[in-house]
Structure formats: C-alpha cells, structure tokens
C-alpha cells in the first residue's frame, strides 16, 4: 500500500488562536505517528492570518522531540527568506539531534505577499528576479565544501561539520519545479492542492528526466493533496464547506482564520463563488473511507507517486484528527 504522509499549516480557526493552532499541530503530530503515517511536514507562510505556521524548523525540533517513528521536514523552507548558510545549519542540527528523522523541503517561492517578503529579506540582497538557484547552488556548495580558490566562502563550514544535511526535496506547483528537480537530482514534492499544472505531467516529467546525483540516486516524487474524510458523505461535504469558503475569500485577497461549517453553509454566495468553488473541488477530495481510497490511490497510479502527502484545513480540531485517522485505517497503517 503506498505511504501515507502529513503536510500541516497550522491552521487558525474563526474565534481560536494561534497559540491554540500550533498545539494542535503538535497533538496532531503526536498522534499521526501512533497511527503509522511515513512523515510530518509543516510550513512556512507569514502575515496570513489563518496560518500559524511560520518558522518551520522550530516546528520540526518540537515535533521530533515528542515523537518517534515518522520523519518531520519543511514543507517547505522557503530558501528565498533565508541565507543558505542558515538553512544548512539549522537542518544540520536538527540532523545531529533527531538522526535519520529530518527532511528538508525547499520552495522556491516566499509564502507571503510582496512587502513582506521585502522586510523578510531586507537585511539581506534583496533582488527583484528570480535568485533561487543561486542560493540552492550555495547551499550546496556550503555542504560539499565546493568553493573555489580565492573565493571569500572557500573556508565556511556549516556546524556541526560531521554531520551532513537531510533528504532534500524540491517543492512545486509547475513543470519548471518537475524539470529543475530532476535536474538537480533531489527528491519531488508536487503541490496539487493549489497547482493549476497538471499533477501527472509534472511528476511523470520528474521521473522522466530525473539525473542521479549526491543527493539521490533514482527519483522519489510525493504528490500533495487536499482531503477531507468522514465517515458519511454528507459528512465530509459538511467539513469541506470550511475549504470552500476559505478558498473563495483567497480569490479575493482575504486570508481570514477557517470559518465552521455552519457558517461556510449559511454564506451567501455570488455565482463567480459558486464557479469557483466548482474549479478548486475539481483537486480536493472529499469523501468516505473507502470512496477516498479508491480515489487516492487511482490518483497515486496515475502520476506514479511513490508517496501520498495529505493536508486537511478541516475547521474542527478533532475531526481534522479523525479524518486521518480514518484515512489511516483505510489504507491499512500499521499503527503503534
């Protein structure tokens, strides 16, 4: 059965806070790694006020702690925010700490708007193009000691020094994240809960093109996607009633905390709402059990994932966990 993982955001809930989010991430981790589940990933966004999420790594150090099976990584570090000599020595200490648990997901995009990403960097060069693979061609020249001679970076070493950076996976939503991932010779992460690009081109085209390097030797592609699982229909389409108002205010540039359903049902809603939460249901998967199973996995054939990542913006605390759990049981985790 393919390996089930967590990608979670620390949601913040209509009348919670973001203290309350963040434990439930760690409660949520804590029981994720009980039912069996292969990773736990959480994120980074910042200046939205319905995600909690957003410094990673002190997450990943949190959950590491209190768990002891799964991996925990960044879904992802978003290198652009981040001096890579940073980013090498945080996750090389989290790789020192928790052995063979880490990941280290890498985005290329900033998670946030436009001004903050200028304060995110502003003590740093900020450049109005596209800097990402300079600064990944940094990282990795920081872990491999690669600088040339004369260079001012010949002698940096990211600490501690005897102990070499997590699995890499490169994040994206586009053809250009599959073929630069495949390039670089990591492992891929496809982001099907918000991509437009067609998830089986893009993974199809990882694999394809896929060079082996330091960092891997054949592909990995984990496929990330948005589901809600409840043991009725109507029940789960009751939890997704979150999603879909969530998903129409995005649209419109309102990132509010997740509404309850009983107030995403009552919304009133324009037709372009309508059309638009007909678009986003087209990549979130909605169901039962067994309906979900069977969906996830004709999904997992097609774009050959060795690997399902899910994320649940599920408005109740509880039935976010019970929805994983649910998940769990359908395909058959082997549970603590």
């Known amino acids: 059965m393919i390996p089930l993982s967590i990608l979670d955001l620390s949601p913040v809930t209509a009348g919670g806070t973001g203290?309350?989010?963040?434990?439930?991430?760690?409660?949520?981790?804590?029981?994720?790694?009980a039912l069996g589940f292969t990773r736990y990933w959480v994120a980074e966004h910042h200046n939205l006020s319905n995600i909690a999420s957003a410094s990673p790594d002190i997450m990943i150090g949190?959950?590491?702690?209190?768990?002891?099976?799964?991996?925990v990584g960044s879904g992802g570090v978003m290198l652009p925010n981040h001096a890579p000599l940073m980013v090498a020595e945080r996750f090389?200490?989290?790789e020192a700490l928790f052995p063979a648990r880490i990941d280290l997901g890498i985005g290329r995009a900033p998670g946030t708007d436009p001004v903050t990403s200028i304060a995110l960097r502003r003590r740093q060069d900020v450049a109005d193009d596209d800097d990402f693979l300079?600064?990944?061609?940094?990282?990795?020249?920081?872990?491999?000691?690669?600088?040339?001679?004369?260079?001012?970076?010949?002698t940096l070493r990211a600490m501690p020094t005897d102990v070499s950076l997590p699995p890499i996976f490169l994040l994206g939503s586009s053809d250009y994240s599959a073929k630069l991932a495949a390039q670089i010779?990591?492992?891929?992460?496809?982001a099907h809960h918000f991509?437009?690009?067609?998830?089986?081109?893009?993974?199809?085209?990882?694999?394809?093109?896929?060079?082996?390097?330091?960092?891997?030797?054949?592909?990995?592609a984990i496929l990330g996607l948005a589901a809600v699982c409840a043991e009725t229909q109507d029940g789960a389409e009751r939890l997704a009633a979150t999603i879909d108002l969530n998903f129409v205010r995005r649209a419109t540039g309102q990132y509010l905390p997740l509404e309850s359903p009983e107030t995403a049902l009552a919304y009133d809603?324009?037709?372009v709402d309508r059309t638009r939460i007909a678009q986003n249901r087209k990549r979130l998967f909605v169901g039962t059990p067994a309906s979900l199973k069977d969906r996830l996995t004709e999904i997992a054939r097609d774009t050959k994932a060795d690997e399902i990542m899910i994320t649940s913006m599920i408005y109740d605390?509880?039935?976010?966990?019970?929805?994983?759990?649910?998940?769990?049981a359908a395909f058959g985790l082997v549970a603590a």
Do not use: C
């Open 92 to 94: 090389k200490l989290l």
């Open 62 to 71: 949190q959950i590491a702690q209190m768990t002891s099976r799964m991996r």
């Open 317 to 328: 605390h509880t039935a976010r966990v019970h929805s994983y759990e649910l998940l769990a």
């Open 19 to 33: 203290r309350q989010a963040l434990r439930n991430t760690l409660d949520l981790a804590k029981r994720a790694d």
């Open 195 to 220: 991509a437009t690009h067609d998830a089986a081109a893009a993974m199809l085209d990882y694999r394809a093109r896929f060079r082996p390097s330091a960092l891997q030797d054949k592909p990995y």
């Open 134 to 154: 300079d600064r990944f061609n940094e990282l990795m020249l920081i872990e491999t000691g690669g600088f040339p001679e004369g260079h001012p970076f010949r």
């Open 269 to 271: 809603y324009a037709p």
């Open 185 to 190: 010779g990591s492992g891929f992460a496809f």
